[in-house]
């Protein structure tokens, strides 16, 4: 397969997920945070939180369509340009994919045209309860493509199956509650609504600033900060375990979130850093120009004990016989066993040889945990790009620090304190939407770069899952992709802006 | 006794049948591309324009949904289909998706103020999702009857053989017919749905006019589409699972499933009917009575080209290639387990149905759209 073509085919379908993710995390959270204003009005009857409650449900529909539009381009491009992925494990990844159209999406669609057009046609409880389900269709849209997700970072619940060369599904519960699935849909979930808190904290800040829709505005605050901030805290939770996760089945994947070339014990976590651009695997030049690093701190994130064994970018791919680390090139020497073994099933399966098939069978079978690494040429290829998986990593830590702290500020001074004097910390909100943004794509960076060369998690590098086509028919629907999802995000945020800056009373 | 009991090809056969109602439920909804493409031959001033934009925009995102259900389901039923026909026809499928990507932001940008595109693009848009993008999802599906170029390897990787990557079916004529079939079908269930919902009198009328021309439009390339499949060669499979050409192949499927036959026959009389009734008598129901029937057509016609012992996406360069219900499914363990997840679907259309109905009893009237309270598309 010519290697333009899995470069182009990944950069597509990166810039689907990334533009993906502009818009669904604030459709995430914002759908809950409408649910809880519209909740107060049913609950106050008062005409404030009604008029609350509908202006944040504009900015949420302005936002929602475009989410639906780049959402259904993903879930065909694992069709268009992973076509070879599809088959492999199309047994097990699609069946999430219709359990989430049957669950989640008709239940988000029904109900948001009950919720935008039916104030007046429907009763009062029937209204706030299609709010309510608006907001949980969407966030179980959510559980069932990162169970997907999930699974091909840590593949449960199959078996290889040689007659029909792909997996197959053993364990739908295995699929649906393997341990990765859950942090991860945990994780980014929380993310979605620290975001929507963000949003509606820094917009109401840009009220205060202008001094209009005052009590609007602090009002909004006071929900988007406690809101966000009991999500901070539960991302910082979840976000504890994803790591976990991460380093008992993905250590490659944390060793290069760290940079970590030498496996240590009692390791710590860098907490600022730059890495050494001419630090390679073979010179001994250190890591880092500049580090601060908490000690203990990443042998208990990755095994929840300081003295834990954190293995190196080394240990894991030229082995560590002491610690008990198999070599990268003795998988790489058992998945060329089972790739082969699979060709000598086929052909005794063609000629009708039961035995020298259930031999190739048995040979397969032993090493099918490797199958994946038979693809690969050198062990060095097991590593995924270092400085992206770093760098992004520790944006996205550092940003939920801050955000943490931003909304336990903010909640403070709305309560004790006349929030409209601090200007300072107004202006910091606003600025902390598009911060946001980048925590959250840098976290799909961390996953999603974080886990090359591996289309599924040692069975199925990238290369081998792309569509049989020429790179050019890519690079041309990249660039038509390209340019119409920037048009409509330009389109989006005109809109948006122009929505906000009309305000709550509608300009009427 | 559950789904896990069944044998592998009655899934088989019962996620065909899924895969057919879906079809026929996508289409059925298509009313709202079709409408897309009425907007402005049903109305006179920007008001009309409005309200039928209303009407359509409400039920825009059922269609959407219906088509990622579609996927998702062909996905996991049937994933070498998917991959071979996704994967295969590219741009088909590609220039499917943009059609319906600029759907998606039309209706809620359109009307807003400072959308940096202006009004006319997003209606632009809206036409050409309600007229190309229904058109080629007509190709492709014909491409079930006409076959394409395409070969599996050993290792059930798909190659296709045509560089211009599916829409090579362009360049069948037979394939058009499905398309524009499906065209004026969806301008005349458009029209039927806007006749129901709105309760303006100019726009029923001009709606019943529109009608009659697009009953004549689709009647022509339908009855070229029926007398093509039923007169064709079809791709037959016997019980080794060799693929062969067998004379008269669709035809065969209707008299030999004739349960499929009624289904099409009494699917094309109720559109007939629904048709007659709304320019004869005025009445104003008929897209319940319409929309059944295109319901049990479509079905009974993706039905014909699954079951029975047919491949229903042939490979014209390499016949063992083509994909039967039987070659291109998923394991006897995740049809099962979908199945079960299957039997949400009568509860997710009663709450549809429901939520339709809640919204729909009140119809939609001049004065709503014009009032300033509105949330407007």
């Known amino acids: 397969m010519e290697e333009h073509l899995v470069d182009w085919s990944r950069a597509q379908f990166a810039l689907t997920a990334m533009y993906h993710w502009i818009f669904v995390p604030l459709t995430l959270g914002l759908g809950f945070i409408v649910a809880i204003m519209e909740s107060i009005y049913i609950k106050t009857g008062s005409e404030f939180w009604k008029k609350t409650t509908k202006f944040w449900m504009t900015l949420f529909a302005i936002n929602f369509a475009i989410g639906v539009a780049t959402g259904i381009i993903m879930e065909f491009e694992f069709g268009t340009n992973w076509a070879n992925y599809s088959w492999f494990v199309g047994d097990i990844f699609g069946a999430p994919l219709a359990v989430e159209g049957i669950l989640a999406f008709f239940m988000e669609s029904t109900f948001f045209a009950v919720m935008f057009f039916g104030w007046d046609k429907v009763g009062k409880k029937f209204h706030l309860l299609s709010t309510w389900l608006v907001a949980i269709g969407s966030n179980l849209s959510a559980l069932w493509i990162l169970v997907a997700n999930g699974w091909m970072q840590y593949p449960v619940g199959m078996e290889f199956n040689p007659d029909t060369v792909r997996n197959e599904m053993v364990n739908f519960w295995e699929v649906l509650f393997s341990p990765v699935a859950v942090s991860k849909f945990l994780h980014t979930i929380g993310s979605g609504y620290v975001m929507a808190s963000l949003f509606v904290v820094g917009v109401s800040a840009w009220y205060l600033l202008k001094g209009r829709d005052v009590v609007f505005a602090k009002k909004s605050i006071i929900v988007g900060s406690t809101f966000g901030l009991i999500t901070s805290l539960f991302l910082v939770l979840s976000g504890d375990e994803s790591a976990h996760q991460v380093a008992l089945k993905q250590p490659v994947k944390l060793a290069a979130m760290e940079g970590l070339y030498e496996g240590k014990t009692e390791a710590g976590i860098v907490g600022v850093g730059i890495l050494n651009p001419s630090k390679t695997l073979t010179n001994d030049e250190h890591e880092f120009l500049f580090e601060l690093e908490a000690p203990y701190a990443l042998s208990f994130l990755g095994y929840h004990d300081i003295h834990a064994f954190v293995p190196g970018l080394k240990d894991l791919i030229y082995g560590n016989e002491q610690r008990g680390i198999m070599s990268a090139q003795e998988k790489i020497d058992k998945g060329k066993l089972a790739v082969k073994a699979l060709e000598e099933y086929k052909e005794a399966k063609k000629v009708n040889d039961i035995l020298k098939a259930q031999e190739a069978k048995v040979i397969l079978e032993e090493n099918m945990k490797y199958f994946g690494y038979g693809h690969l040429k050198t062990p060095e290829q097991i590593v995924p790009p270092i400085t992206p998986t770093f760098y992004a990593f520790h944006i996205m830590v550092t940003l939920g620090g801050w955000f943490t702290f931003l909304f336990a500020i903010l909640l403070y001074l709305s309560m004790k304190k006349d929030i409209s004097n601090y200007r300072f910390i107004l202006k910091s909100a606003i600025w902390s939407i598009p911060l946001g943004y980048i925590a959250g794509e840098a976290g799909w960076v961390v996953a999603e770069v974080g886990r090359q060369p591996w289309a599924i998690q040692d069975l199925m590098p990238v290369g081998i899952a792309a569509t049989h086509i020429s790179s050019t028919n890519v690079m041309i629907s990249f660039f038509m992709f390209a340019t119409l999802f920037t048009a409509l995000l330009i389109a989006e945020i005109k809109i948006m802006t122009k929505q906000i800056s009309i305000g709550p009373d509608g300009g009427h | ?377």
């Not at chain 2, 009407?55 to 825009?60: A, E, V």
């Not at chain 2, 599906?141 to 070969?151: L, N």
């Not at chain 2, 995740?334 to 009140?362: E, G, H, N, Q």
């Open chain 2, 1 to 377: 006794m559950g789904f896990g009991s069944l044998d592998l090809l009655t899934l088989q056969q019962f996620w065909w049948v899924i895969i057919a109602l879906l079809g026929g439920l996508f289409v059925f909804i298509m009313f709202v591309q079709g409408g897309q493409t009425l907007i402005d031959t049903l109305s006179d001033n920007e008001i009309e324009k409005t309200m039928l934009i209303n009407s359509i925009g409400r039920k825009w995102e059922l269609g959407f949904t219906t088509l990622v259900l579609f996927g998702g389901a062909l996905f996991a039923a049937f994933p070498l289909f998917y991959a071979s026909s996704f994967g295969g026809a590219y741009w088909v499928w590609m220039i499917i998706l943009f059609c319906f990507i600029i759907q998606a932001v039309s209706y809620e940008y359109r009307s807003k103020p400072n959308n940096f595109l202006g009004a006319k693009t997003y209606e632009m848009f809206l036409k050409i999702n309600g007229n190309l993008g229904v058109f080629l999802l007509g190709v492709a599906i014909s491409t079930f009857f006409s076959g394409s170029e395409f070969t599996i390897d050993s290792n059930f990787f798909v190659h296709w053989q045509n560089n211009l990557r599916g829409l090579e079916a362009l360049l069948n004529p037979s394939n058009y017919l499905l398309g524009l079939s499906l065209v004026f079908l969806a301008k005349i269930s458009g029209a039927l749905y806007f006749i129901n919902n709105i309760d303006y009198e100019p726009i029923r009328l001009k709606a019943i006019q529109s009608i009659k021309i697009n009953m004549v439009m689709f009647l022509l390339p339908f009855l070229s589409f029926i007398a093509w499949i039923l007169t064709k060669d079809g791709f037959a499979v016997d019980t080794n699972g060799v693929i062969f050409i067998e004379q008269y192949k669709y035809l065969h499927n209707f008299l030999q499933m004739p349960i499929v036959l009624g289904m099409f026959l009494i699917g094309v009389i109720m559109v007939v009917i629904a048709v007659f009734l709304t320019i004869q008598y005025k009445k104003t129901c008929c897209i319940k009575t319409g929309g059944l029937g295109i319901v049990l057509t479509v079905m009974s016609v993706i039905l014909n080209v699954g079951l029975n012992n047919t491949a229903f996406y042939p490979s014209v360069v390499d016949l063992q290639s083509s994909l039967t219900i039987s070659n291109s499914s998923g394991s006897h363990y995740t049809l099962t387990a979908m199945s079960y997840a299957a039997l949400m679907v009568p509860f997710v259309l009663a709450y549809i149905t429901y939520a339709w109905y809640s919204m729909d009893k009140v119809k939609i009237i001049k004065e709503e759209i014009e009032s300033p309270d509105a949330h407007n598309y």
